[in-house]
T-cell receptor, first 114, second 117 residues
Framework: EPEVTQTPSHQVTQMGQEVILRCVPI?????FYWYRQILGQKVEFLVS????????KSEIFDDQFSVERPDGSNFTLKIRSTKLEDSAMYFC????????????FGPGTRLTVL | AQKVTQAQTEISVVEKEDVTLDCVYE???????LFWYKQPPSGELVFLIR??????QNEISGRYSWNFQKSTSSFNFTITASQVVDSAVYFC??????????????FGKGTMLLVSP
């Protein structure tokens, strides 16, 4: 069964460093998403991406964040200058269509900022 | 205002007990979608069910069943004859396109279910 994959599973970085989290969505899906989950808290929407551009973003997704689909398979989230409060689990998700369609999540990347 | 409320933070049951996880949502949309996801201790988010606002029929899948009631804005999840492998955090989520955006999932805070042998 197709699934969303994410690399790395765990990333440790120093405050102020740039990180890139990678995702490979399900191959016939057209909509891609990033969510984050701070430890012990609920899952929060960051951004959605369709047709090579951001379709929606939350207040969390400020100028420190960017997303890209550099090729036909990868979808990346870049955090330009990490802060301690960026420590969280980051989930990538994809769906075949947009409105209300099921979003399938990857296993997550745990980001630890020291 | 919280749009998806899962009032039960943690539930503990003994194997073979039935358990119901509550979810109450809030939206002004007439078209919206509700979901349940399971997050086992390994951390991934596993999709369980999707329901649109026009389909109030209850659903059963093996030991899992869902009760959608628009009149009370609730979408409750029942596990029958619980097993240790059901131990996880369960999240209810809402997609209400006109209100929150076309692709945003709004999650509740989750209910941790602990099933002991």
């Amino acid at each position: 069964e197709p699934e969303v994959t994410q690399t790395p599973s765990h990333q440790v970085t120093q405050m102020g460093q740039e990180v890139i989290l990678r995702c490979v969505p399900i191959s016939n899906h057209l909509y891609f998403y990033w969510y984050r989950q701070i430890l012990g808290q609920k899952v929060e929407f960051l951004v959605s991406f369709y047709n090579n551009e951001i379709s929606e973003k939350s207040e969390i997704f400020d100028d420190q964040f960017s997303v890209e689909r550099p090729d036909g398979s990868n979808f990346t989230l870049k955090i330009r200058s990490t802060k301690l409060e960026d420590s969280a689990m980051y989930f990538c998700a994809s769906s075949r269509s947009g409105i209300g369609d099921t979003q399938y999540f990857g296993p997550g990347t745990r980001l630890t900022v020291l | 205002a919280q749009k998806v409320t899962q009032a039960q933070t943690e539930i503990s049951v003994v194997e073979k007990e039935d358990v119901t996880l509550d979810c109450v949502y809030e939206t002004r949309d007439t078209t919206y979608y509700l979901f349940w996801y399971k997050q086992p201790p390994s951390g991934e988010l596993v999709f369980l069910i999707r329901r649109n606002s026009f389909d109030e029929q209850n659903e059963i899948s093996g030991r899992y069943s869902w009760n959608f009631q628009k009149s009370t804005s609730s979408f409750n999840f029942t596990i029958t004859a619980s097993q240790v492998v059901d131990s996880a955090v369960y999240f209810c989520a809402l997609s209400d396109p006109m209100n929150s955006g076309y692709s945003t999932l709004t999650f509740g805070k989750g209910t941790m279910l602990l099933v002991s042998p």
